[in-house]
T-cell receptor, first 116, second 111 residues
Framework: SAVISQKPSRDICQRGTSLTIQCQVDSQVTMMFWYRQQPGQSLTLIATANQGSEATYESGFVIDKFPISRPNLTFSTLTVSNMSPEDSSIYLC?????????????FGQGTRLTVV | SQQGEEDPQALSIQEGENATMNCSYKTSINNLQWYRQNSGRGLVHLILIRSNEREKHSGRLRVTLDTSKKSSSLLITASRAADTASYFCATASFRDDKIIFGKGTRLHILP
């Protein structure tokens, strides 16, 4: 298993500002992902955080808006830049242990972001 | 992008009854997983079924997978109030190295 600590757990931010969300895992993991969950909706994959290289973004998400860092195998950050009310969502960090041998994914408790 | 479509979107049943949720997906997969989410926060992994399996059980959960129809079902037997939550299917592709979630079913167990 993997225990994920995600910070902050919630925040209220002014439009036009940026927020950086941290994801810390208690063990080394191969795969780290960032998801967005808008109110009442399912999880949408934003990007795969790659250690030592640029993140791989899904369609509709760009690096300028959601820059991601992953300096090592246990830590990643997601920044939500130049926020607008439409960015109000829960942002979830997820990890999986092995590439190409999928079992379950583990999730942090999420960051509830409100943009006013 | 989202892979799966859950059916129904919402389900209310009496405590003690069985709840069945369905999931359809579009592309080839290596496995399919079901997750539960309480109160819009972290997800809990329930069960995983591999593409070469047809049925799997875990406690009160029963999952089926039909790869020819690209569909799966989750059955919760003898439902309890604590089962009230949102349930999501998620598909994993080794080729794509990611997990894609369906839209989810909101289950409400009535006392």
């Amino acid at each position: 298993s993997a225990v994920i600590s995600q910070k902050p757990s919630r925040d209220i931010c002014q439009r036009g500002t940026s927020l950086t969300i941290q994801c810390q895992v208690d063990s080394q993991v191969t795969m780290m992902f960032w998801y967005r969950q808008q109110p009442g909706q399912s999880l949408t994959l934003i990007a795969t955080a790659n250690q030592g290289s640029e993140a791989t973004y899904e369609s509709g998400f760009v690096i300028d808006k959601f820059p991601i860092s992953r300096p090592n195998l246990t830590f990643s950050t997601l920044t939500v830049s130049n926020m607008s009310p439409e960015d109000s969502s829960i942002y979830l960090c997820s990890v999986a242990k092995d590439r190409g041998r999928w079992t379950e994914a583990f999730f942090g408790q999420g960051t509830r972001l409100t943009v006013v | 992008s989202q892979q799966g479509e859950e059916d129904p979107q919402a389900l209310s049943i009496q405590e003690g009854e069985n709840a069945t949720m369905n999931c359809s997906y579009k592309t080839s997969i290596n496995n399919l997983q079901w997750y539960r989410q309480n109160s819009g926060r972290g997800l809990v992994h329930l069960i995983l079924i591999r593409s070469n399996e047809r049925e799997k059980h875990s406690g009160r959960l029963r999952v089926t997978l039909d790869t020819s129809k690209k569909s799966s079902s989750l059955l919760i037997t003898a439902s309890r109030a604590a089962d009230t939550a949102s349930y999501f299917c998620a598909t994993a592709s080794f080729r794509d190295d990611k997990i894609i979630f369906g839209k989810g079913t909101r289950l409400h167990i009535l006392p």
